[in-house]
T-cell receptor, first 111, second 113 residues
Framework: NAGVTQTPKFQVLKTGQSMTLQCAQD?????MYWYRQDPGMGLRLIYY???????DKGEVPNGYNVSRLNKREFSLRLESAAPSQTSVYFC??????????FGPGTRLLVL | GNSVTQMEGPVTLSEEAFLTINCTYT??????LFWYVQYPGEGLQLLLK?????DKGSNKGFEATYRKETTSFHLEKGSVQVSDSAVYFC????????????FGKGTLLTVNP
């Protein structure tokens, strides 16, 4: 049972480049989330998807877009990366019990 | 809006010492409360949770009690081990159908042998 998987694990981008972070879960969860983690800031919600076919903004959505491709997959896209988007990105999912299950993270460096 | 405040770290203890990490919250209604742990280089994993007032969550020797009167959910462990070294996050869920979590900023715990 893989749980929540994320790719890539590490990425270096130049300012202005685009990329997509991939996330998949195999727990048949309805809800999925994208967070960013910065030193001293805890985790901040970027976007979430309460169910397949729906997405909503979280606390810090500017500069990001998301796609809930199907029930398993939820991707995060940076259209034009900025140094302020240097962070560690976590995907999570949850079913009926409120508990969120997290992936291992993607470490992104924007130069 | 919802918010979580937890004690600033880092916290450094010797093995077998007693641990307390304070957490207080502000929320409307009756949130569920969580402690998540993040080991070096890994994602977060649930440590324990409590869903209503006076509930006690426990796991791996850690405990926390949901105190509605003081809006607190302090994490405690009687005897820490080196393997407990990690970052600990307090969080709350405002409920509803999307189960969004609001996190504290995290507390780094280092346990020395």
């Amino acid at each position: 049972n893989a749980g929540v998987t994320q790719t890539p694990k590490f990425q270096v981008l130049k300012t202005g480049q685009s990329m997509t972070l991939q996330c998949a879960q195999d727990m048949n969860h309805n809800s999925m989330y994208w967070y960013r983690q910065d030193p001293g800031m805890g985790l901040r919600l970027i976007y979430y998807s309460a169910s397949e076919g729906t997405t909503d903004k979280g606390e810090v959505p500017n500069g990001y877009n998301v796609s809930r491709l199907n029930k398993r997959e939820f991707s995060l896209r940076l259209e034009s990366a900025a140094p302020s988007q240097t962070s560690v990105y976590f995907c999570a999912s949850s079913g009926q019990q409120e508990t969120q299950y997290f992936g291992p993270g993607t470490r992104l460096l924007v130069l | 809006g919802n918010s979580v405040t937890q004690m600033e770290g880092p916290v450094t203890l010797s093995e077998e010492a007693f641990l307390t990490i304070n957490c207080t919250y502000t929320a409307t209604g009756y949130p569920s409360l969580f402690w998540y742990v993040q080991y070096p280089g890994e994602g977060l994993q649930l440590l324990l949770k409590a869903t209503k007032a006076d509930d006690k969550g426990s796991n791996k020797g850690f405990e926390a009690t949901y105190r509605k009167e003081t809006t607190s959910f302090h994490l405690e462990k009687g005897s820490v081990q080196v393997s407990d070294s990690a970052v600990y996050f307090c969080a709350l869920s405002s409920g509803g159908s999307n189960y969004k979590l609001t996190f504290g900023k995290g507390t780094l715990l280092t346990v020395n042998p």
